[in-house]
């Protein structure tokens, strides 16, 4: 049998789909393929991971909940952090995301914010994420990290939309996202398997209009 080679143009069941396509402003291929240097509120700043973030790396892994909702590896390893290292790198070069460390005014590495765009072409968003060491929290990081890679991707990037999703226990980065000037738009039941389960999730957005 052979398969046709065009899409058929199929009527919208009783008038509810989408008879166009959405236009995204920006084409997925064309995004860069390198992860910038972006400066963040109150002198932090965002650059791309290096082999001398292992000890941030060893930090995270060993916190209760990092490695539950990441690629963070535990029990911490020298080959474990160079894979992870590597899987941040190809992400960008295979053009589904942005990995950010998050660097204090001092100079330390703190965390991680990323932005993942893999789905942008077929679902029109983007997706955030973020976590701080816990010897680094409660100091402004993530807010000041999630605001710039927010600024950036609907700035430059002209994205139209970023999503991301928090589990209703996480009052911590509920408020990260808050601050960060995302809305809430309801409870996602199951969304997301974290330690084995099916957990809940709220999820958040931005949007060129906001």
Known sequence: ?????????????????????????????????????????????????SPDDTGLL???ATDPYIPLTTTVPSPYSPAAAAAYLQRQWRRTEIGTGYPFVIVDPA?????????????????GWATAGYWVAP??????????????????????LALPGIELYVEPGNTGSIRTAERAGYRCTGLRPAHQVVDGRPRD?????????Q
């Not at 914010?113 to 942008?120: I, K, Y």
């Not at 010897?135 to 430059?156: I, K, P, Q, Y």
């Open 1 to 49: 049998m052979e398969l046709p080679r065009t899409v058929p143009e199929l009527p919208a069941a009783h008038g509810l789909l989408p008879r166009t396509v959405p236009e995204l402003p920006a084409a997925h291929g064309l995004l860069p393929r390198t992860v910038p240097e972006l400066p963040a509120a109150h002198g932090f700043r965002l650059r791309r991971w």
């Open 58 to 60: 060893r930090e995270a």
């Open 107 to 123: 100079g330390r590495a703190v965390g991680d914010v990323g932005l993942w765009v893999g789905e942008l072409p077929l679902r």
């Open 135 to 156: 010897t680094a929290r409660r100091r402004g990081a993530a807010t000041a990290a999630l605001g710039a890679v927010t600024a950036w991707a609907l700035g430059e």
């Open 201 to 209: 999730m709220w999820r958040y957005v931005r949007t060129q209009q």
